[in-house]
């Protein structure tokens, strides 16, 4: 579970102060969007610490797996694999990760070339395109991406 919490990590970076992300969501941390009673609460509370962040990551990171046993159940599959799709859901959320109608049925069967394709097939694919690209080659090899490759 470390390397996926890395992996996502590395794609959210980590803001203490509230911002607007690409979606207009008011959001912190490591991509936390906020809640109603959240955001009432950040003009006396702009600053968060590492801790609030941190706290805020692990639930949302247990809600993804949790959506991610909720879609594929007890799946057996590489865990770069399950880190992709984990990620996809860390990222979207499980109702529109839903949508990809195509994609999921493909990895339940385990064909990893479709699933790979119906990733990139995407509103989500053309805004990340970067993260969308990596996010398909794990689902396609079933191996975590090169981190130098990155830098």
């Not at 979606?23 to 702009?46: A, I, K, S, Y």
Request: charged share 35%; proline share 2%; net charge negative.
């Amino acid at each position: 579970m470390d390397r996926i919490r890395a992996l996502i990590r590395g794609y959210e970076g980590k803001s203490k102060h509230v911002y607007l992300d690409s979606e207009g969501n008011w959001t912190v941390g490591c991509g936390h969007f906020l809640t109603d009673e959240e955001r009432l609460n950040v003009l006396t509370h702009p600053l968060w610490t590492d801790r609030e962040i941190e706290t805020l990551f692990e639930h949302d990171f247990k809600t993804a797996l949790e959506d991610f046993a909720a879609v594929f159940g007890q799946q057996e599959m590489a865990e770069a694999r399950k880190g992709a799709l984990v990620d996809m859901l860390f990222n979207m959320g499980r109702s529109k990760f839903l949508k990809f109608y195509d994609m999921i049925p493909a990895v339940r069967r385990g064909d990893w070339e479709l699933a790979a394709k119906e990733c990139l097939d995407s509103r989500r694919a053309r805004k990340l395109k970067a993260r969308s690209a990596e996010n398909a080659e794990m689902l396609r090899t079933g191996e975590w991406p090169d981190a130098a490759a990155r830098l």
